[in-house]
């Protein structure tokens, strides 16, 4: 008799170790907490966006370790082993996005794993200060200064993230014909002149 209730337990306990779930709600709702606790619920509203799927890995009884995506509505299958929720940060300038990712990532029991990354997001975003970006028009005119080549077609600037130098960027573009150009990156806070380059540009098919 002993012996039939300690075989219950221990598969009782089995069970229930491969059977606990978590909802794509309770998930989400612990991320947003974490990523407005690190960032504020300002710039979480203003410029993050988040991924529809929740990516997971789990583990079936005698299985090797599987992976799954919880949609709104789902559950996790199995024993959970990790999930990991994207989140975008972008700003728009002129026009111009740019989106730079980050996650949260939690263990089996949604405890934090890693601390998501927020050192892409400029200093007076985060806290809330005049933060002066400038426009597309006054980087091209920075570098039309900076050029060494004439310009004999329509300039063209990009923003984006240098993740390199943790900057936002624009890169102007002096077109110079047969796949050749200059290009300028200035800081999109400083104006500063950040990179020259000048060369033919590869294009693979």
């Known amino acids: 008799m002993q012996r039939l209730l300690i075989i ?11 059977s606990q779930s978590y909802s794509y709600d309770y998930i989400i709702q612990r ?18 966006t988040q991924d529809s799927e929740i990516r997971y890995s789990y583990k079936k009884r005698r ?12 559950t996790t299958r199995g024993k959970l082993i990790d ?12 026009n111009s996005f740019t989106p730079t990712l980050t996650y949260v ?19 007076c975003i985060l806290e809330n200060t005049s933060c002066i970006i400038i426009f597309k028009q006054k980087a091209i005119d920075i570098a039309k200064v900076s050029f060494k080549e004439k310009i004999s077609k329509p300039i063209s600037a990009h923003f984006g993230y240098l993740a390199s130098a943790n900057k936002y960027i624009w890169t102007v573009i002096n077109d ?5 150009s200059e290009d300028i990156r200035i800081d999109a806070l400083t104006g500063e002149v950040v990179d020259y380059y000048k060369g033919t540009h590869v294009i693979v098919n």
Request: a positive charge; zero cysteines.
């Open 83 to 94: 999930a990991q929720i994207i989140y975008v940060f972008s700003l728009n300038v002129d």
């Open 105 to 123: 990532k939690f263990d089996s029991s949604l405890n934090l794993q890693l601390t998501p990354k927020t050192d892409f997001i400029p200093k």
């Open 8 to 18: 219950f337990v221990l598969f009782g306990v089995t069970k229930f170790s491969f």
């Open 31 to 48: 991320a947003d907490s974490i990523m407005v606790a690190k960032v504020g619920l300002q710039v979480f509203k203003n410029n993050y």
């Open 176 to 180: 110079l014909g047969n796949d050749a």
């Open 63 to 74: 299985k090797t370790m599987l992976f799954g995506k919880l949609k709104r509505g789902d």
